[in-house]
């Protein structure tokens, strides 16, 4: 089973598909967000992109890391983009899908939730994912929220 995790930042968004049945990876991206699109066409083009990357991978359950709750840094576009991409997993085809912060993401995996954080920060290599050290924090949250996804 193929699946798809997200990390969106306000310009652009990490994804890994993970296929769960070789325990593999099988592709990470980074997607920029066009500068020159205003807000409700920039959130147009991340909705397309995204059923784009489900048809195209045949992604069959996905997870995407969600600001957290409780962040003193809260960015708006950041959360539109997340409420799009959540809106895209709703409207597909997809199995199940799953919005997860640290804690539940790290749950789904099988990882103390301390131990979140030093896995995005590289700390921690994850067995799993061969060249972990290779991704920026951001993919390596989005690795593990596909990892999430079997259980989603």
Known sequence: MKNLGIRAKPSEFAFAVYDSEANELVNVERVKIPKAL??????????NTILDILREYKIEAAGIRI?????????IRRIEIEGVIQEAFASS???SYYVGQISSIAAK???ARADFKRYVEG???C???????QFGSEE??????????TNA
């Not at 600001?67 to 960015?75: A, F, G, I, R, V």
């Not at 067995?127 to 050290?133: F, G, R």
């Not at 989005?142 to 996804?149: D, I, K, P």
Request: proline share 2%; glycine share 4%.
């Open 93 to 95: 085809t997809l199995r």
């Open 38 to 47: 205003e807000d409700p066409e920039a959130l147009k083009y991340v909705r």
């Open 67 to 75: 600001t957290e709750s409780n962040s003193q840094h809260l960015n």
């Open 127 to 133: 067995d799993l994912v061969e060249n972990w050290n």
């Open 109 to 111: 995996v099988g990882i």
């Open 140 to 149: 390596r949250e989005a690795v593990l929220a596909a990892m999430g996804a």
């Open 123 to 125: 700390e921690i290599d």
